[in-house]
């Protein structure tokens, strides 16, 4: 008898196996049913997954996960564990629901996912009541890592870098114009590729073009995201994701400037989602 939890980014899948009050977490491939076919992520969990829970009776899964505000990819999961699992309790839900329940529990709270991609809502403690679109990393995610990537990569190419940066990014990266755009433009998850570059900006703290994308990058969030809630000056302001764990002494800078109460800042939604399901 074995409770399964999932928190599944394009990049990282977190899964938390609870039995008898012992956890084991463990990590796979991310996906994302925008990117990638029903049959491909089966697969994955077949050969990634299932290896992991040998012997292991599931009696219910909760799986969270980018992309399934959208209803026919929410099915398209759920009918993917059913193969798989068979007629347990399966519940689906949106990554940003797991951020909710992970960082305010059953209180009320705005809720903000900084990671690969980036996301808000006001939570009043049992439901997500508002949620400003975030767009996808084309059109938005402001402040996520696709989007403090793709700016590292403009600042690359257009050579906008000086030639301290340029040289520390050719050492760290070993790559070119052809192939960045290629991977852009070409491969099969170009959010995580974008989203790998956020990393030489945590790597180079202290240089004043890298600390400009970085502010830059998260007040675009704030203003596009944050700034459209009238609740976020009432309620606490909760963080998780890779970006808003790295970034936090930014995140709390804009948060006082903004006069808003910081909230949890969390790397991970899973600690919280274990509580929460216990």
Known sequence: MATLIADCGATNC???????NKTKTFTTQGFSPYFSSKEAIKTLLQGALLPKLKNTKITAIYFYGTGLSNADNAKIIKQILQILFGKIIIEVNT?????????????????AILGT????????????????PSLGFILGDEGSGAFLGKKVLQYYLYQTFDEELMARFNKTYLTDKASILNAVYKSAMPNSY?????K????????YMIENIIEDGLNDFFLN???????????PLHFTGSIAYA?????????FSYELEVGNILKSPMQGL????Q
């Open 14 to 20: 977190t899964w938390s196996l609870l039995t008898n």
């Open 95 to 111: 990554d940003l629901f797991a951020a909710a329940r992970a960082l305010c529990g059953n209180e009320k709270g705005m809720v």
């Open 117 to 132: 991609g980036a996301n808000s809502c006001y939570y009043n403690g049992k439901k997500i009541v508002k949620n400003n």
């Open 194 to 198: 974008l989203a790998s570059f956020a």
């Open 200 to 207: 030489f900006l945590s790597q180079n703290r202290g240089h």
């Open 225 to 235: 995201h944050i700034y459209k809630y009238r609740e976020s000056w009432i309620y």
């Open 247 to 255: 970034f936090k002494d930014v995140i709390k800078d804009l948060c």
């Open 274 to 277: 274990i509580k929460y399901h």
